[in-house]
Nanobody, 126 residues
Framework: QVQLVESGGGLVQAGGSLRLSCAAS????????MGWFRQAPGKEREFVAA???????????YYADSVKGRFTISGDNAKNTNYLQMNSLKPEDTAVYYC????????????????WGQGTQVTVAS
């Protein structure tokens, strides 16, 4: 049974940083695309970042334009954990952040992902 457990959310001042973690179990980490999505009240769930491994073993990172240059996604295969380092946070980054997984292939649409964590709240105060 696949489980994704997020941690690391919280309240931070604008300009601050947070690091989210997503611990995965029940899946072969290197065979999955690991993504982060977020959802603010009254808004659609939106893509934030993802890390995906090609069949040849090369890892690629993908980012939404709104977070490019501020957020960094990374993974630790040994720990079956991926991380989202968020710097220069803005009030508009406030949302519930979800970790998601999909076996092979890179997708920006949240509907393509099979497994989800419970979400972690990130609040950025102005």
């Amino acid at each position: 049974q696949v489980q994704l457990v997020e941690s690391g959310g919280g309240l931070v001042q604008a300009g601050g940083s947070l690091r989210l973690s997503c611990a995965a179990s029940g899946l072969t980490f290197s065979s999955y695309t690991m993504g982060w999505f977020r959802q603010a009240p009254g808004k659609e769930r939106e893509f934030v970042a993802a890390i995906s491994r090609s069949r040849s073993g090369v890892y690629y990172a993908y980012y939404a334009d709104s977070v490019k240059g501020r957020f960094t996604i990374s993974g630790d295969n040994a720990k079956n954990t991926n991380y989202l380092q968020m710097n220069s946070l803005k009030p508009e980054d406030t949302a519930v952040y979800y970790c998601a997984a999909k076996e092979w292939g890179m997708y920006y649409e949240h509907t393509k992902y099979n497994y989800w964590g419970q979400g972690t709240q990130v609040t950025v105060a102005s």
